[in-house]
C-alpha cells in the first residue's frame, strides 16, 4: 500500500496574481505557507480487473473513459496508467471548497502516490508543474499555479510567476523567533460557508483577459502588498504585517460582488473590535476561512467562538507532498 499526504495552505500576501492571464503579461508574486492539515491519497493493487476510486463518491470502471472524477481521470492517464487492479481512496482533514487550496493539494498528492506506484522520482517543481497542467491546461480550470506549488514544496515560500509561465521558489528568510511567533499569532475561523473557487476566480479572469483596467491596478496593487508583506515578515514586523492583511482584505473586496457578504463583514468587524490587527478571507472568496492576525488570541478567540464561529488551530508544514507509506 502507498499512501501520500499534501499540506493545505494560506495565502500571506499577493495572492490571485498567480493566475496566467494575470501573470502572462505583468508576472505575479506572492507568499503561501502550508499548514498541517492534510489531503491524504491511499493506493493499493486488488484481485480485481476494475479500477476502485472512493473520494466522496464511489466508482468502479473497468476504463479510465467511465470515470465521472476528471482530476483522477487525467491524472492516470498522463502517469500511464489505465488504472486496473487498482484501488484508490482520498481523504481530507478539511473540507474541499473552504478556501484552503485542497484541489491542488489533492492532486499533487494523487500524482505523487501514482509515480511512487510507477517508481518515478520527481522533484516538487515537476510534481507542481504536473498538476497545474492538469487543471489548468487540460480542464481549462480558471485557478492560479500557488495551491500546487505551496502543497509540493511546503514551507513558507515565496513564488515568482513569470511571463513565460515558469516559476521561481524561494522560502520565506524568517528568524526563529519571527517564525514563531507569526505561527502563534495566525489564528483560523470556519465561516460555515463553502464555495467553488470558479464561481468568482472566472469574473477576475475574464476582466483581465479583456484589459479591464480597475481589475489589472487592484492585482498591481496587491502584488505589491506581496512584496510589502514580505518586507515586513522577513524584518520581523508582524503588526505590519497583520495591517497589510488589513489593507489586502479591503483591496480584495472590490474584485468581485461574490468576495463577501454581511455575515462575513460582520464577523470580521467583531474580529478588529476584539484584538485582530488584520486579517483576510483566505482563497477565491466568498465563503471558506476567515483567518486574523493577533497579539492577543485569548480576546480573539472568546469574542469570535461566542459570535458562532468555529477555530481550527494549525501549525506550519515544511515537508510538502511526500510519501508516509
Excluded at 487492479?85 to 484541489?103: C, F, N, R
Excluded at 476566480?201 to 483577459?209: I, P
Excluded at 504585517?241 to 483591496?251: A, N, Q, S
Aim: glycine share 12%.
Amino acid at each position: 500500500m502507498i499512501i501520500t499526504r499534501s499540506p493545505l495552505r494560506i495565502s500571506l500576501g499577493g495572492g490571485g496574481t498567480d493566475l496566467p492571464s494575470y501573470y502572462r503579461d505583468h508576472e505575479g508574486f506572492l507568499i503561501a505557507a502550508a499548514i498541517d492539515k492534510y489531503v491524504c491519497i491511499t493506493l493499493h493493487q486488488t484481485f480485481v480487473e476494475e479500477l476502485i476510486v472512493k473520494y466522496s463518491k464511489l466508482e468502479r470502471v473497468r476504463s479510465l473513459d467511465e470515470l465521472e472524477h476528471p482530476i483522477i481521470r487525467e491524472a492516470f492517464r498522463l502517469v500511464g496508467l489505465d488504472g486496473s487492479y487498482l484501488e484508490m481512496t482520498s481523504m481530507a482533514d478539511i473540507p474541499s471548497g473552504t478556501g484552503l487550496g485542497s484541489s491542488g493539494s489533492f492532486t499533487t498528492a494523487l500524482l505523487k502516490a501514482l509515480h511512487t506506484f510507477r517508481r518515478n522520482v520527481l522533484t516538487p517543481a515537476e510534481l507542481a508543474e504536473q498538476a497545474c497542467h492538469i487543471e489548468i491546461d487540460l480542464l481549462d480550470e480558471p485557478i492560479g499555479k500557488q495551491d500546487q506549488y505551496i502543497a509540493a514544496y511546503g514551507g513558507l515560500t515565496c513564488f515568482e510567476f513569470r511571463r513565460d509561465g515558469t516559476v521561481k521558489a524561494s522560502p520565506l528568510n524568517l528568524d526563529a523567533e519571527t517564525l514563531y511567533n507569526l505561527e502563534d499569532g495566525l489564528m483560523l475561523f470556519f465561516t460555515g460557508f463553502s464555495r467553488r473557487a470558479g464561481s468568482i476566480l472566472n469574473e477576475q479572469d475574464a476582466k483581465t483577459k479583456q484589459r479591464d483596467q480597475g481589475m489589472i491596478d487592484n492585482l498591481h496593487y496587491v502584488k505589491q502588498l506581496g512584496l510589502r508583506s514580505k518586507e515586513a515578515l522577513e524584518s520581523g514586523d508582524l503588526h505590519q504585517f497583520g495591517r497589510l492583511m488589513h489593507e489586502h482584505w479591503e483591496h480584495k473586496k472590490h474584485r468581485s460582488g461574490g468576495m463577501s457578504n454581511p455575515e462575513i463583514d460582520k464577523w470580521y468587524t467583531v474580529a478588529l473590535e476584539n484584538g485582530a490587527v488584520g486579517g483576510k478571507l483566505i482563497g477565491a472568496g466568498g465563503g471558506g476561512f476567515l483567518m486574523f492576525y493577533t497579539e492577543d488570541k485569548r480576546r480573539l478567540r472568546h469574542a469570535l467562538t461566542t459570535a458562532g464561529m468555529r477555530e481550527v488551530r494549525f501549525g506550519f508544514d515544511f515537508g510538502g507532498t511526500q510519501v508516509i507509506t
